[in-house]
């Protein structure tokens, strides 16, 4: 016997049922459907598993995500656009929906009769669509230069907030880390999780809402010193006190960009979208001065050493010392080689490793144990020497650390060997797919958010821009 009826959910959501009769139960008295529905003919029950659908997405929308919930009296299972099917539970949050229109079926699981319901929704072309996070442009992006990027964005951001949290190495625990500044989603703290980062928060870096990743980075600190005396300030409990460094950023007339988006490997056309909530860390922040980090990954240099990968390879594992009017400079370059399957791991870097090279001109891919290059995102920030911030004998940064250095810093044993970043995508997939097919898949240097489309990002926003107490040295509680 089988039976199918439709009925209306929100918008139009088809709902089939579907009845086979597994097990033949003789009606002599009592009710053994625990919950489920059941119906009797003949002398004989039928249990039914019931299946309902609570919340579903908008018939049309652009979002990138989707979140449904539903009851179920049976264990259940999803399969979305006729993919493979898995195992889900209520709610469900899906990421990485793309353009066009979405069919997910849901149905219960080793369960006799089997019950199932579908839900059907279209997500619309960003690019058609009007975004308001999106704006035209007559402006084309040019090749990169002979020896230098592959293909590269670069997004420019303003400050967000300070806090002592950081939710991936401790995950729901407020004050457990040292002091981080934050760009990027505007809502992010220790409480973080995918589905908030993807579907809350507006973004102070360019893009708005079709860039709520999340990026943050130990806050450089500096020696506060007395501007009548020159002599070290202290703080309440007569420690010497420190002050944070900014980084030049939000300013559309000096340049900041500050997070690019490049290929890590030579050959383009294997490099995949980075899937959204994949979480990354890059650098060690407990490195010692016995063991520098290697420069190709962290490091430093002042910008008036107009320093070069290709012709002037000229950079420090520690926080030179720059003489004003000079910039510090710092770039993080995070691993773009991805096992395919984990959005995070234990240690929060062994699901991504770095690319291997083997010479020629080819010679930069994936190693087999992480065999899917991704795009890889990197870190590039400026922090101006002034007055404000520079040691007063030398006017340089002399003295600087990072609240992540847990050692003495010295002039002999300057500061900033801990340099670290944390990076989770949280980009709109359409727009992930544009920076990669358009930009760096074509070999272009596509500035200030352009995506060499005709379109380009929104510009920044500050966020609260909140700054803590420094407390021991920004290491925190």
């Known amino acids: 016997m089988k039976i199918k009826y439709q009925k209306s959910v929100h918008y139009s959501v088809r709902l089939a049922i579907q009845w086979i009769l597994p097990f033949w139960l003789v009606a002599c008295g009592g009710d053994e459907s625990n919950g489920e529905n059941t119906s009797e003919s003949d002398g004989l029950v039928i249990s039914v598993p019931t299946l309902s659908l609570l919340e579903t997405p908008a018939a049309n929308n652009t979002d990138g995500f989707a979140r449904i919930t ?6 259940t299972q999803c399969q979305l656009n006729g993919d493979a099917a898995f195992d889900c539970t209520s709610p469900l949050f899906l990421t990485d929906i793309g353009a066009g229109d979405q069919t997910l079926v849901i149905r219960t699981a080793e369960s006799e ?14 690019f058609d669509a009007g975004h308001e996070d999106l704006v035209l442009t007559n402006q084309s992006p040019e090749p990169v230069e002979a020896y230098s990027w592959r293909g590269i964005v670069r997004i420019n951001c303003d400050f967000s907030h300070s806090s002592y949290n950081d939710p991936i190495v401790y995950p729901g625990q407020e004050n457990a880390a040292h002091l981080h500044r934050f760009y990027g989603n505007m809502l992010v703290d220790h409480m973080l999780t995918t589905e908030s980062l993807l579907s809350s928060g507006d973004s102070s870096c360019q893009g708005g809402e079709l860039n709520r990743s999340a990026y943050w ?11 009548d005396t020159g002599e070290r300030a202290l703080d309440a409990d007569g420690e010497p006190a420190w002050q944070t460094v900014p980084a030049v950023v939000g300013n559309d007339e000096e340049a900041h960009e500050i997070f690019y988006y490049s290929a890590g490997i030579d050959d383009l056309s294997a490099i995949q979208p980075v899937p959204a909530g994949l979480r990354m860390i890059a650098g060690k922040a407990t490195t010692q001065p016995e063991a520098p980090q290697d420069t190709s990954i962290v490091r430093w240099h002042c910008q008036s050493w107009e320093s ?16 004003a009017p000079d910039r510090v400079r710092m770039d993080i370059f995070f691993p773009s080689c991805w096992n395919g399957e984990d959005l995070d791991s234990a240690d929060h870097q062994s699901h991504m490793a770095y690319p291997i090279s083997e010479g020629g001109p080819n010679g930069t891919r994936c190693p087999e144990s992480h065999p899917v290059a991704v795009v890889r995102p990197s870190y590039h920030y400026a922090f101006g020497v002034k007055p404000e911030v520079f040691d007063p004998v030398t006017q340089s940064s002399r003295g600087w650390r990072l609240a992540s250095d847990m050692y003495a810093v010295t002039v002999s044993t300057p500061g900033g060997l801990s340099l670290h970043a944390d990076w989770i995508n949280g980009w709109h997939p359409q727009i992930m797919a544009a920076l990669l097919d358009v930009c760096i898949k074509s070999g272009f240097d596509c500035h200030d958010g352009n995506l060499g489309n005709g379109l380009r990002l929104s510009g920044t926003q500050p966020g609260s821009q909140f700054e803590p107490e420094i407390i021991n040295q920004g290491m925190g509680y």
């Open 217 to 227: 980075v130990p806050a450089l600190l500096a020696p506060l010193y007395d501007p």
């Open 308 to 323: 070069d990968d290709a012709e002037n390879p000229q950079f420090s594992a520690t926080i030179p010392e720059c003489v």
């Open 113 to 126: 009769p089997e019950t199932a319901v579908t839900v059907q929704w279209t997500v619309a072309n960003i």
């Open 70 to 75: 539903f009851e179920s009296s049976a264990a």
